[in-house]
């Protein structure tokens, strides 16, 4: 693991994800892979509800890691990685809400429970969401606009505190490849630095699943 991505979710962590790997940081683990390994549910789970697990064998694969699941546990893989550099991916709390509220939030809420008997696997992929982002990490108030924002604010500082400022890049996709190829020692790309997973992408994309 050469990088851990602290930063939560909808704050451009797909188009980081494949800008890591344009860059030779692959494969990089990302809330999209569950949806490949649906039996890595049970890791999670278990990681979720306190229970030991083994970091070092279940990201033996992977270079890099970014967003949900694994952003809420950056402190642990410090432990683990303590050569790792870490990215926090950052924007204006009050557009990360509205992003996440139509998009993460939305979703999670209108899978219907009479699914789980048709798609087990998205359900517990939903069941996941549902417990570690939308209960653990906001109380069960994500409705609650500014409590979830103050929650986002926070756990940015957290990482801010917790990690050494020259291990840390604190990085909005906008800025594209310059900070982020400086911070990792890497050339530029000639290609333009990607944009992928929007928020109507993931409409587009919700509204298949359910369909």
Same mark, same amino acid.
């Given at each position: 693991?050469?990088?851990?991505?602290?930063?939560?979710?909808? +704050?451009? +962590?797909?188009?980081?994800? /494949?800008?890591?790997?344009?860059?030779? !940081?692959?494969?990089?683990?990302?809330?999209?892979?569950?949806?490949?390994?649906?039996?890595?549910?049970?890791?999670?789970?278990?990681?979720?509800?306190?229970? =030991? /697990?083994?970091?070092?064998?279940?990201?033996?694969?992977?270079?890099? +890691?970014?967003?949900?699941?694994?952003?809420?546990?950056?402190?642990?893989?410090?432990?683990?990685? =303590?050569?790792?550099?870490?990215?926090?991916?950052?924007?204006?709390?009050?557009?990360?809400?509205?992003?996440?509220?139509?998009?993460?939030?939305?979703?999670?809420?209108? !899978? %219907?429970?009479?699914?789980?008997?048709?798609?087990?696997?998205?359900?517990?992929?939903?069941?996941?969401?549902?417990?570690?982002?939308?209960?653990?990490?906001?109380?069960?108030?994500?409705?609650?606009?500014?409590?979830?924002?103050?929650?986002?604010?926070?756990?940015?500082?957290?990482?801010?505190?917790? /990690? %050494?400022?020259?291990?840390?890049?604190?990085?909005?996709?906008?800025?594209?490849?310059?900070?982020?190829?400086?911070?990792?020692?890497?050339?530029?790309?000639?290609?333009? !630095?990607?944009? /992928?997973?929007?928020?109507?992408? !993931?409409?587009?994309?919700?509204?298949?699943?359910?369909?």
């Amino acid at each position: 693991m050469k990088i851990i991505g602290a930063g939560l979710g909808r +704050t451009g +962590t797909s188009s980081l994800k /494949v800008a890591l790997e344009m860059l030779g !940081f692959a494969p990089c683990y990302h809330m999209d892979v569950l949806g490949e390994h649906p039996d890595h549910v049970d890791f999670w789970l278990a990681a979720a509800a306190g229970q =030991p /697990v083994d970091w070092r064998s279940f990201f033996a694969a992977y270079a890099a +890691t970014l967003d949900w699941p694994a952003c809420d546990y950056y402190q642990a893989l410090l432990v683990f990685y =303590p050569d790792a550099k870490v990215i926090l991916t950052v924007r204006d709390g009050d557009k990360w809400y509205d992003s996440m509220y139509e998009t993460i939030y939305s979703y999670n809420n209108s !899978f %219907p429970s009479w699914a789980k008997a048709v798609a087990p696997q998205a359900a517990r992929l939903v069941h996941l969401r549902q417990l570690q982002i939308l209960q653990a990490k906001f109380n069960d108030q994500f409705e609650n606009r500014q409590h979830a924002i103050d929650i986002f604010n926070a756990h940015n500082e957290a990482v801010k505190q917790t /990690v %050494p400022a020259h291990r840390l890049l604190l990085f909005e996709v906008q800025q594209g490849w310059e900070p982020l190829c400086e911070f990792l020692e890497r050339p530029t790309p000639t290609e333009p !630095f990607p944009h /992928v997973n929007d928020r109507k992408q !993931f409409q587009r994309f919700g509204k298949w699943a359910k369909k």
